[in-house]
């Protein structure tokens, strides 16, 4: 397989190539929005400069500079470059280009293998890599915009440093829009209004914004937001209801539930429905919100969010969505409390660890004339017919000591929980 660099592109130029190719930076120093990487003290830096290159994982999101990075390191790495995306190779290939740097090797050059999407490849194709990364014959650079901790090999993972690209910023996405304007003498036609929405839609990927700009030099008038609507297509969020994004997202909502925070919870939930979350989904965490974070603080939330998944299911969207944020600003501005959680959690654990104990006798049922001879029910009294409503008799296994599993807060209805347990205990010891 033949070289990257010892293939024909089309000039710098030339109109047949997309403008975000003809402005790939050239060195470390032409990479925006990955300091952290490139910079003076950044690891990619000190490991090209001193001659230290080892196998790398690059993760980011799209746009973000992976495969430009990747291009600047082989070349200023002096190692012979191949260059394969996982979505088209398989086993074959991959053995093909470790013979061919097995060769290389004996005759001590180093290949330097680029693997785009390297997510994409399974377990089997990934172990493939292991014998070749570890000896040395090759140095691996993959890219991915999957979390590697889940879409690569432990093994793999463990013969490689993971480095993490940032989306890049407004002031990135500026830089490069900038640079695209002195290579074609002339400014976007859009307003500042119009630029900032561009740089907007870009969503923190440089590749796009560039080809945004690329539609836009030709145009003659100069643009406002609602122009540049008409001439560009919008890009569609960055999300995927199975990676790593849904479970990012879904999680931003659940804590800004769980921090009393209404406007940030109604962002992540607005984030999701135009990234194309499933509302039904939504509804479920909803519910687990209601009974896990918020409980007996506010007994209205379970019932709430019951109502508004109900609510969703007759009407479907976008009206039910209405309800599914009517609920969620109610969970958001709800007492917290996991006082039944806990409780749950802890009581579990005493039924796991207590084995088989029988209940105290005088609450077991007695219908047959020899279990009231052995004494099942004797002694039961029946709470509503106290004077307070309530006789203080034992219910745990003879012998066991009393837990106290639920220890409700000091806020909303719990309150009043606690004034109720503290003034039957009160009865439970006078008794």
Same mark, same amino acid.
């Given at each position: ?51 230290? +290159? ?13 495969? %430009? ?24 290939? *991959?053995?093909?280009?470790?013979? !061919? ?13 680029? @693997? ?5 490849? #399974?377990? !089997? ?10 000896? =040395? ?6 890219? %991915? %915009?999957?979390?590697? $901790? ?6 793999? +993972? ?25 290579? &074609?003498?002339?400014?976007?036609? *859009? ?12 969503? =923190? ?7 945004? &700009? ?17 001439? @560009? ?14 479970? #990012? ?6 804590? $800004? ?8 919870? +109604? ?8 990234? =194309? ?9 909803? %519910?687990?919100?209601? @009974? ?44 917290? $409390? ?94």
């Amino acid at each position: 397989m033949p070289s990257l660099f010892d293939s024909q592109p089309a000039p710098e130029d030339s109109p047949a190539r997309p403008l975000p190719d003809r402005m790939r930076p050239e060195t470390l120093d032409d990479v925006v929005g990955q300091d952290h990487l490139t910079g003076p003290d950044g690891p990619l830096r000190r490991m090209i400069e001193g001659a230290a +290159l080892s196998s790398m994982i690059l993760w980011g999101p799209p746009g973000c500079g992976k495969t %430009t990075l990747a291009r600047i390191v082989a070349r200023e790495s002096g190692l012979h470059f191949e260059q394969i995306s996982a979505i088209f190779s398989g086993v074959a290939d *991959l053995k093909k280009i470790f013979d !061919s740097a097995k060769m290389r090797r004996s005759n001590g050059r180093v290949t330097l293998l680029f @693997v785009d999407e390297i997510h994409r490849f #399974n377990k !089997s194709q990934q172990d493939a890599f292991l014998p070749v990364v570890e000896d =040395g014959t090759i140095r691996l650079i993959g890219a %991915t %915009t999957e979390n590697p $901790s889940f879409e690569i090999n432990g093994a793999l +993972l463990s013969r490689c440093q993971v480095f993490v690209l940032q989306r890049l910023d407004d002031r990135a996405i500026e830089t490069l829009l900038a640079r695209a304007e002195a290579r &074609a003498g002339k400014s976007l036609p *859009l307003t500042a209004e119009a630029r900032a929405a561009l740089k907007a839609m870009a969503d =923190g990927d440089g590749r796009y914004a560039l080809s945004m &700009a690329e539609q836009l030099f030709p145009q003659g008038d100069i643009l406002d937001p609602a122009g540049l609507m008409r001439h @560009v297509q919008r890009r569609a969020p960055l999300y995927d209801k199975a990676d790593e994004g849904h479970y #990012n997202l879904i999680s931003a909502l659940h804590k $800004s539930v769980r921090g009393s925070d209404v406007d940030a919870a +109604l962002y992540w939930f607005c984030r999701m429905l135009e990234g =194309g979350e499933d509302p039904r989904y939504i509804a479920r965490r909803l %519910t687990r919100m209601a @009974v896990e974070d918020i409980g007996l603080a506010e007994p209205q939330a379970f019932l709430q969010t019951m109502a508004a998944w109900e609510a969703y299911e007759r009407m479907g969207s976008p009206e039910g969505e209405l309800a599914l944020a009517q609920a969620l600003v109610f969970l958001a501005t709800a007492p917290k $409390s996991n006082a039944a959680y806990k409780a749950y959690g802890a009581a579990r654990k005493a039924a796991r660890e207590s084995g088989s104990l029988m209940p105290p006798a005088h609450i077991l049922n007695a219908p047959t004339k020899l279990m009231k001879d052995i004494g099942y029910g004797a002694g039961y009294v029946y709470d509503p017919d106290t004077a307070e409503g309530f006789s203080g008799q034992n219910y745990f296994p003879d012998g066991m000591t009393r837990p106290e599993f639920y220890r409700p807060v000091e806020r909303g209805f719990e309150r009043e929980i606690r004034k109720r347990l503290d003034y039957w205990e009160k009865l439970r010891r006078e008794k």
